[in-house]
């Protein structure tokens, strides 16, 4: 069993849906929790990150995490097509320097 | 501010030979690490480097090597290469002792024959 699960997708939504996007995870120790955005191709870009459990909002992103159950979730509000994309989840243990593990990723596609 | 950059974008190797990965941290940040992303999974932890020593060790073969420099750049070597190691291989730059986020850069993809 992997330590962060993520349903790979792809997940079709129409544009302006509101989009939700989990990961779960084994790992206890995980302490900081990103999310990344990786287009076709290219390297993933950082989106948002959380410490412990909680909520975080970024204009239409918004970041939970529910430590007791494990669970991260990202909304996506008013979804545009160039939000198509594939989103990684990633955690960490510690701070800065450490290594993350990442989910493998799930593929969002937004028809306009 | 110039973000992580790495060269070259493409490269094709047959099985055997050895290659290196070239990656320059955004500026201000000192700690570089390196992902093997195979197609249609996550990015996979190779190795940390920071004040240019290994500061942390995915589970990858000793072929996998790698330097940092003292303007903080980044190397990773890999020898004997073997058909499984094509992939996209990134480099993401942090700040030690701050904030967990990691930069990446937009990869080399290696391709093995």
């Known amino acids: 069993q992997k330590e962060v699960e993520q349903d790979p997708g792809p997940l079709s939504v129409p544009e302006g849906a509101i989009v939700s996007l989990n990961c779960t995870y084994s790992?206890?120790?995980?302490?900081?929790f990103m999310w990344y955005r990786q287009y076709s191709r290219k390297g993933p870009e950082l989106l948002m990150y959380?410490?412990?459990?909680g909520n975080k909002e970024d204009g239409r992103f918004t970041a939970q995490v529910d430590k007791s159950s494990k669970y991260i979730s990202l909304f996506i509000r008013d979804s545009q097509p160039s939000d198509s994309a594939t989103y990684l989840c990633?955690?960490?243990?510690?701070?800065?320097?450490?290594?993350?593990?990442f989910g493998g990723g799930t593929r969002l596609m937004v028809k306009p | 501010e110039t973000g992580v950059t790495q060269s070259p974008t493409h490269l094709i190797k047959t099985r055997g030979q050895q290659v290196t990965l070239r990656c320059s941290s955004q500026s201000g940040h000192n700690t570089v690490s390196w992902y093997q992303q195979a197609l249609g999974q996550g990015p996979q932890f190779i190795f940390q480097y920071y004040r240019e020593e290994e500061n942390g060790r995915g589970n990858f073969p000793p072929r996998f090597s790698g330097l940092q420099f003292p303007n903080y750049s980044s190397e990773l070597n890999v020898n004997a290469l073997e058909l499984d190691d094509s992939a996209l291989y990134l480099c993401?730059?942090?700040?030690?002792?701050?904030?967990?986020?990691?930069?990446f850069g937009p990869g080399t993809r290696l391709t093995v024959l």
């Open positions: 959380t410490y412990s459990s």
């Open positions: 790992n206890s120790a995980f302490q900081y």
């Open positions: 993401a730059s942090s700040t030690s002792g701050t904030t967990p986020e990691q930069f």
């Open positions: 990633a955690m960490s243990a510690g701070n800065a320097g450490n290594m993350l593990t």
